[in-house]
Each structure stands twice: as C-alpha cells, then as structure tokens.
C-alpha cells in the first residue's frame, strides 16, 4: 500500500547557496499526490533541473533547490506521498546527508493508505553512456523474491587518493537505507563554483584538492553518498523502479538522463502492488 506521514513535522538549517536559514514542514499527502513542494510543485523529471551540482525543482516562477537528500531519505524510507512546504526557496542542507530528514520522517510516523503502489519493472535493459561514465539498469529475474525490490551497484574512482576507486552495492530497504547509507555526507572538488560556507569549515577539510568530512562515517562514504543521491534522483520518477542498476561514476546529469530513457515507456511494464 501506499504510504505518508501521520502528523506535520518541521526542520530548519542554514541553506548551502543562500547561507540563510531555511525551513521545511513535512505533512501528510493523500493517495496518488506523490511528493509535492509548495502545493504546486510535483517532485518529477518534468520539472528538475541542476543548479551547481544541487538538484532543483521549477514549476512557472516558483522554485526549490537543493531537493535530493529529502527526497532520497522519502525513497529510501518508502513514502509515497507528501506535502512540502519550503521557507526559503531552498530545502535546509543539515550536516549534507539524509540523515536529519530520515530523523523527521520516522518521529512523524507512518500512515498506510487504502491504495496500492504503483511499481514499475524493465522489460529489457537500459544502457546510458556519457564519456567515461555510464548506468546499465537490468530486469530482476521473476519471480515471488523479485517482486518490488531494487539493487544498486555504484562504481566511482577519482585520481585523488583521498577518495580513489570506491564501491558499494546492496538490495535497498528502508532498513539497508538507514543503517547504511542515510548519514553518509556529501563531498565535492574543491574547484567548484560551490563554495564551502564558513559554518561548515570546522567539520570539512580540504585533501587533494577534494572537499571531505573530518571524521568520516564509513571508510567509503563518498560511494555511499553518491548511491544515496541515485536515490534521491530515482524518487523522480514518481513509482518505484524494480530492477537491477549498475552506476559507474556517475552525478546527477546522467541520472537524470537515464530516467528520461526508463520514462519514455518502451522499456517498462507496470506492476500494481
């Protein structure tokens, strides 16, 4: 059955682009709304867009940046349906991970809904290249212990050492997703147009030219962190994706590319669960 949230909850922090203090109020959505930010903003494809390596949503003049660790934490945890209300035109950063937005979500509890969830599955595979990276998404063998699942291998390998070649993969549930990949943070090259806000100095460090935590969470966290943002990218398609994904270094362009290739339908049969 579908899912959504119990009772309203609200989280604020200070925004990575604006380096104001932003808000978010989480409430309930009815059956087949999906995810839906200001009232008027669907979280789908149609309306991403990326804004210096953050993942936008756009719908006429109203906007919301920075969208993808909530919306990883609502596809990692299996909600369905939500209301969003941003105060600040930008979702709150936290420490960089999912991990505050998985904490608000799970104090709000859970509603099921009399509605069946929509999952979709491959009927072949779907291979999208660009330059060295790609993401190759297979179909599950059929089968009872297939059914609604998903299973991510993600490849990435960087030059500098102090990330180098990572990899994590696993079958996703909302409890793999807490235990292991929710608190993961987010990193990036020190070159980009992103700037480090000062509030976050103490807790990162500059090595190899590679914006890192100080105190790492997991040995390979840079993966996990990039799995998690496949994620947040996957909750744009509005269903839940059974298939089996490998995702060699890849960020959000190419994901979102990928998931223009799996909705144009030719490659998907529909699965009412």
């Known amino acids: 059955m579908q899912t959504t949230i119990r009772r309203p909850v609200r989280f604020s922090h200070l925004g ?61 945890l299996g909600i369905d349906n939500l209301q969003v209300e941003v105060n600040g035109g930008e979702i709150p950063f936290g420490d960089g991970s999912a991990l505050p937005f998985v904490r608000i979500l799970q104090a709000a509890g859970r509603r099921h809904d ?34 609604a699942r998903l299973n991510v291998n993600c490849f990435i390998h960087f030059p500098e050492k102090v990330v180098g070649a990572q990899f994590f993969g696993g079958c996703i549930s909302a409890n793999s997703f807490r235990r292991e990949l929710a608190s993961a943070r987010t990193f990036g090259l020190r070159e980009s147009r992103l700037r480090l806000p000062v509030w976050l100095k103490p807790v990162c460090r500059i090595k190899d030219g590679i914006v890192v935590p100080v105190r ?17 990218d996957l909750a744009l398609l509005g269903c839940r994706l059974q298939a089996q994904i490998f995702a060699y270094k890849t960020g959000h362009r190419l994901h979102h590319e990928f998931l223009r290739r799996v909705g144009a339908g030719s490659h998907l049969e529909g699965l009412w669960m």
């Open 16 to 76: 990575l682009l604006t380096n104001r203090v932003a808000g978010v109020r989480l409430g309930p959505g009815p059956p087949d709304s999906g995810i839906v930010f200001n009232g008027t903003i669907p979280a789908r494809l149609a309306h991403a867009f990326i804004e210096r390596h953050l993942v936008g949503l756009r719908k006429g003049r109203e906007t919301v940046l920075g969208v993808e660790h909530l919306l990883a934490a609502c596809y990692g």
């Open 216 to 232: 790492p969470r997991f040995a390979d966290e840079q993966v996990r962190h990039k799995t998690l943002d496949l994620l947040g």
């Open 114 to 147: 009399r509605a069946a969830r929509l999952v979709q599955s491959l009927r072949r595979p779907v291979i999208v290249r660009q330059g060295g990276s790609f993401i190759c998404a297979l179909p599950l063998r059929s089968g009872a212990t297939a059914r």
